[in-house]
């Protein structure tokens, strides 16, 4: 650790009556330099570190940081990189195809002083498996509960293809034909992935086996461009769609409705038009799994620091995580980007924020 002091002199010209301004620091007022915040949002948000833990390691080292100033640092950091957040937001919502999942978080009621289930929904835009060039990147959302007036909300003006799992909230956004529903085998898979795990059989067996013949034909065609990839399914993977689904309607005849295997198969099944969709659409992922990838963070995360203080921190993780998030998707240091950000941002015309994106300003970044 280095404390970097910005001395200004009060020294005036004889000729213009000016003074030398000093640097701008991130935040008004405050003692932390960008690469303080930096460490400390990196350490929180992708190292898990609670910020009480992060206080007590300063102070290993002669530091002395309270945990309530690392959390005003955190927030007005936070504040600073909101236009960014939204530019990210601009970006996703900008793809032909969405992954979108959930995730609860904990968060400490004002009243009581329990917790309740909040939750961080995450929006990924990554078409890198279908060949596309533009950057990837993931925006998360938080909302203090898992109505679907929320996704509705995030959604509302989008429309192209919505890869999720089997949210009913999401029902309402398929209606109107303008958003077309993806499913994910990842989920079908796992229904019967977790039955054979407790009781094999020969039906759970054959399943894993047919759906694992799907995923096969997409490891030969992953990076191909879009026309590829439908040829490819319409020729390979279509016919086995077919037939499994003729076999699972089959099976379900010589089954319990009331048995765990009857519900996998009504799993699917109910869902069949929205995972046969991928067929028809080389842009359309086998599953959801690049949203479930995104919340792996967040699930670390809450195990460390047990829950967020407020509403208001909700937000401030969706945001962070946000940022955190697309530069790993694209291959950046969280760390670096962040200090480079934060050291220009706050005196950045806010309409040209699109400049510190991490594809756009990769280049710029000193070395970690």
Not at 112 to 118: D, H, S, W
Request: proline share 7%; aromatic share 6%; with cysteine.
């Amino acid at each position: 650790m280095r404390v970097i002091r910005h001395a200004r002199p009060k020294l005036a010209c004889s000729c213009c009556d000016a003074i030398v301004p000093a640097p701008i620091r991130p935040i008004e007022r405050g003692i932390a330099g960008p690469g303080l915040l930096a460490h400390v949002l990196v350490a929180k948000f992708a190292d898990h570190l609670p910020l009480y833990r992060q206080a007590v390691m300063y102070a290993r080292d002669g530091v002395d940081l309270d945990r309530a100033l690392l959390a005003s640092s955190v927030g007005a950091a936070s504040a600073l990189l909101r236009p960014l957040v939204d530019a990210i937001r601009r970006h996703v919502l900008a793809g032909a195809k969405l992954h979108a999942d959930d995730t609860p978080i904990p968060v400490l009621a004002p009243v009581n002083g329990k917790t309740k289930t909040a939750r961080l929904w995450t929006y990924v835009r990554d078409d890198r498996p279908s060949g596309d060039t533009t950057p990837p990147a993931v925006w998360f959302a938080y909302t203090p509960d898992r109505k679907g007036i929320h996704p509705q909300t995030h959604l509302a003006n989008y429309k192209s293809v919505l890869q999720a799992d089997a949210y009913a909230g999401s029902d309402a956004l398929y209606e109107d034909g303008t958003i077309q529903e993806a499913a994910c085998w990842a989920h079908a898979r796992r229904k019967f992935y977790d039955l054979h795990e407790a009781r094999p059989s020969a039906l759970t067996s054959e399943a894993l086996r047919r759906i694992g013949e799907l995923y096969a034909i997409e490891a030969k065609i992953r990076g191909k461009p879009p026309n590829e990839r439908r040829q490819a399914r319409q020729a390979e993977a279509k016919p086995l769609i077919d037939d499994l689904e003729r076999w699972l309607r089959g099976m379900l005849e010589k089954l319990s409705r009331k048995s765990d295997t009857s519900a996998a198969i009504l799993y699917a099944l109910n869902l069949w038009p929205a995972l046969a969709r991928y067929c028809d659409d080389g842009l359309i992922e086998i599953d959801n799994s690049a949203a479930e990838r995104a919340l792996r963070g967040v699930a670390i995360g809450r195990r460390n620091y047990l829950f967020a203080g407020a509403d208001t921190g909700g937000e401030r993780a969706a945001a962070i995580y946000s940022l955190i998030g697309t530069a790993k998707l694209n291959g950046v240091d969280p760390e670096a980007w962040l200090r480079h950000v934060l050291a220009h941002i706050a005196d950045h015309p806010v309409n040209r924020v699109d400049e510190f994106l991490p594809w756009h300003c990769a280049g710029q970044l000193a070395p970690a």
